[in-house]
């Protein structure tokens, strides 16, 4: 979750919406929690110290999930303004730039449930994403994956419906 821009986002526009904000450290959950408290959403927002979806019980409505997908060797060659704002593990993808995706794959086909999946992707990574999710297991509606661009045209987000 970060600072939980996109969580309290959700809320702010989905008035009946609850969410489960997670992250891998206790001080991104309490920076979270209190920008919630800050835009009167914080009613509706839990934390939860955890990687990615690991350990939650799902049976959701919605996942949406901005994980690190550059690439490692990419991060050097990256705008001196992402680079020296962004923590690393926020922007360190791995060698391929997958490992958060797989991982999320893995727990969630592990978990089981039905629900949809939105990812904010590197720039046109969208084929690599989808052949990473099905290749940890994670089964979803091939036909419906929907691709969503940005302002520029370029994919830039894969949202899926998965399947138990």
Avoid: M
Wanted: charged share 20%; hydrophobic share 40%.
């Amino acid at each position: 979750t970060g600072p939980g821009c996109i969580a309290i986002t959700l809320l702010a526009e989905l008035q009946h919406a609850e969410v489960t904000a997670t992250h891998v450290t206790a001080h991104a959950i309490h920076t979270a929690l209190l920008n919630a408290q800050e835009h009167r959403v914080e009613e509706r927002l839990a934390g939860q110290e955890t990687n990615l979806a690991e350990g939650l019980t799902l049976d959701y409505d919605l996942i949406v999930s901005n994980p690190p997908y550059i690439k490692t060797s990419d991060i050097a060659g990256l705008q001196t303004e992402v680079k020296g704002f962004d923590p690393l593990d926020a922007l360190d993808g791995g060698g391929s730039g997958l490992v958060c995706y797989q991982e999320l794959g893995r727990q969630l086909s592990k978990a089981g449930g039905t629900g949809h999946l939105i990812v904010e992707i590197a720039v046109d990574d969208h084929d690599r994403v989808i052949a990473g999710f099905e290749q940890v297991g994670l089964k979803f509606i091939r036909g419906a994956v929907q691709l969503w661009r940005d302002l520029t045209g370029r994919v830039r987000c894969v949202a899926i419906e998965t399947l138990c």
